[in-house]
């Protein structure tokens, strides 16, 4: 995916990307103070903004295929179950119990299937955000911040279930954190932002 001359006002937020390669088959992250435009660009990536100018060339990566999870996750008003294969669903993708009570059962969420999404944790919901957005296997996946509300057993479980998913499927991450030193190991690519820009990008 090729980005250029972007350009969307936000508030205060002055957001230009006069030139970005997201490329496909790696983790990417992206790092940078509150404010600098991150969350923005996730947003015009997926769709769910409009840009004021410039282009993002998806290369050939239809919108179907591609899924973002946020800090604050949206949950349907329905069971853990029923959020998870709401995207299979959507897409027509043949439903495999076995599988969905595998992933359950590695996110420690099996036993809460039928749980009410909305009466779950922070962090429970966070777990399901991340099951809910990456079980149809999109080819890209951008994360903004979800797994800053897990403890450290259950952030390092995704963290090795984004690795496996990535090792695969040969996948495409787009990663914002501020947890730098434990996702660090993660990145294939890391991009820098200040103000609205990238100002560097680097292999850890």
Not at 87 to 101: Q, S, V
Not at 148 to 175: C, P, Q, Y
């Given at each position: 995916?090729?980005?250029?001359?972007?350009?969307?006002?936000?508030g205060k937020t002055?957001?230009?990307?006069?030139?970005?390669?997201?490329?496909?088959?790696?983790?990417?992250?992206?790092?940078?103070?509150?404010?600098?435009?991150?969350?923005?660009?996730?947003?015009?990536?997926?769709?769910?903004?409009?840009?004021?100018?410039?282009?993002?060339?998806?290369?050939?990566?239809?919108?179907?295929?591609?899924?973002?999870?946020?800090?604050?996750?949206?949950?349907?008003?329905?069971?853990?179950?029923?959020n998870i294969i709401?995207?299979?669903?959507?897409?027509?993708?043949?439903?495999?119990?076995?599988?969905?009570?595998?992933?359950?059962?590695?996110?420690?969420?099996?036993?809460?299937?039928?749980?009410?999404?909305?009466?779950?944790?922070?962090?429970?919901?966070?777990k399901l955000s991340?099951?809910?957005?990456?079980?149809?296997?999109?080819?890209?996946?951008?994360?903004?911040?979800?797994?800053?509300?897990?403890?450290?057993?259950?952030?390092?479980?995704?963290?090795?279930?984004?690795?496996?998913?990535?090792?695969?499927?040969?996948?495409?991450?787009?990663?914002?954190?501020?947890?730098?030193?434990?996702?660090?190991?993660?990145?294939?690519?890391?991009?820098?932002?200040?103000?609205?820009?990238?100002?560097?990008?680097?292999?850890?």
């Amino acid at each position: 995916m090729r980005i250029t001359e972007l350009r969307k006002t936000v508030g205060k937020t002055d957001l230009y990307i006069e030139d970005l390669k997201i490329e496909s088959g790696r983790i990417h992250g992206l790092v940078g103070p509150n404010g600098c435009g991150k969350t923005t660009l996730l947003k015009l990536i997926m769709g769910t903004a409009e840009p004021d100018s410039g282009t993002i060339d998806y290369e050939g990566l239809r919108p179907a295929e591609i899924t973002m999870m946020s800090q604050r996750p949206y949950l349907m008003h329905t069971s853990v179950y029923e959020n998870i294969i709401y995207p299979l669903k959507i897409r027509g993708i043949r439903i495999d119990d076995a599988e969905i009570n595998a992933l359950l059962e590695r996110a420690g969420m099996l036993e809460i299937k039928d749980q009410y999404a909305g009466s779950l944790s922070s962090g429970e919901r966070q777990k399901l955000s991340f099951l809910r957005a990456t079980v149809f296997r999109p080819k890209l996946i951008l994360m903004d911040e979800t797994l800053s509300n897990l403890d450290a057993e259950s952030a390092g479980l995704f963290r090795e279930m984004i690795i496996e998913r990535h090792r695969d499927d040969g996948s495409t991450w787009l990663i914002v954190s501020h947890q730098w030193d434990a996702m660090n190991e993660l990145f294939d690519e890391v991009h820098h932002m200040e103000k609205g820009r990238i100002v560097k990008n680097e292999t850890p």
